[in-house]
């Protein structure tokens, strides 16, 4: 049985103080349940110390250096910090990044560079995909860069990732969160083979709250969550990651 992986990626808010309260209060919850936080590139040193939870930062250069000011922290910087966690493929940049085969850039580094950092994949259509039904081409277009890069599939966590349903408030149904990530782990096992397929673990993530994560977690090819809004509410986050204790 695959272990739940709850994510929660509290973005460009907070502050140092708001950031440690609400990892003190994931730890004290966290019993049986994966649970990691990742945070702004600024806050990750004050939010590791004495944290006692997993850590993260919301992207990586691909460059181990480079001279862009305004560009997310390198992967010798990961080194440097011994950040553990990190995530690829966020909504934000995710059609340039993968128009550009960023993706496989950025997984190659990570692995290459910081073969201890488990990497996060966000992976998912536009509102536009959906509408025009090419969600599944689009999954497999971004999972090829992943596959691409031949990462350390021990040190992956997938996560579909719909951007329609990010910060918007407009939960995936079920049933089609489950669609996805069913096509994700098939797509994943037909190239690399099953083996890796099953061990992987696939997380949903958009709008997920603590009113619709139970019904979530029921689907089989789901495996946990990754969070957004949800997670800077230490209530609400803590209610998610008791929905995916086993
Ligand atoms: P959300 O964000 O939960 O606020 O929709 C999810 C994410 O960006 O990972």
């Avoid at 690399?192 to 009113?211: F, H, M, N, P």
């Amino acid at each position: 049985m695959r272990n739940y992986v709850v994510g929660g990626n509290t973005k460009n808010f907070g502050s140092q103080s708001a950031i440690r309260a609400l990892l003190a209060n994931a730890k004290n919850n966290s019993e049986g349940v994966d649970v990691v936080y990742y945070v702004p590139d600024v806050y990750f040193v004050a939010a590791k110390k004495e944290s006692g939870l997993k850590v993260g930062l919301q992207d990586v250069s691909e460059k181990p250096e480079s001279s862009d000011t305004h560009y997310a922290a390198t992967t010798s910087m990961l080194k440097d910090i011994e950040c553990s966690e990190v995530i690829i493929g966020h909504s934000d940049n995710r059609k340039l990044e993968s128009d550009h085969g960023k993706f496989t850039l950025k997984v190659k580094a990570v692995t290459i560079e910081c073969p201890k950092t488990r990497i996060c994949f966000c992976c998912g259509e536009s509102k536009d995909e959906r509408d025009q039904g090419t969600t599944n081409a689009v999954l497999d277009k971004h999972i090829l860069q992943l596959i691409d890069a031949s990462p350390n599939w021990e040190n992956v966590v997938v996560a579909y990732e719909p951007v329609w349903a990010i910060g918007t408030g407009v939960v995936a149904l079920p049933a089609d969160a489950q669609a996805a990530c069913k096509h994700i782990r098939n797509f994943i096992g037909s190239k690399v083979g099953t083996e890796i397929a099953d061990a992987l673990r696939i997380q949903y993530g958009g709008s997920v709250k603590a009113d619709n994560c139970v019904e979530l977690i029921q689907e089989p090819d789901i495996d946990g969550f990754l969070v957004g809004g949800a997670c800077l509410k230490a209530e609400e986050f803590k209610k998610i990651i008791a929905s995916c204790k086993q």
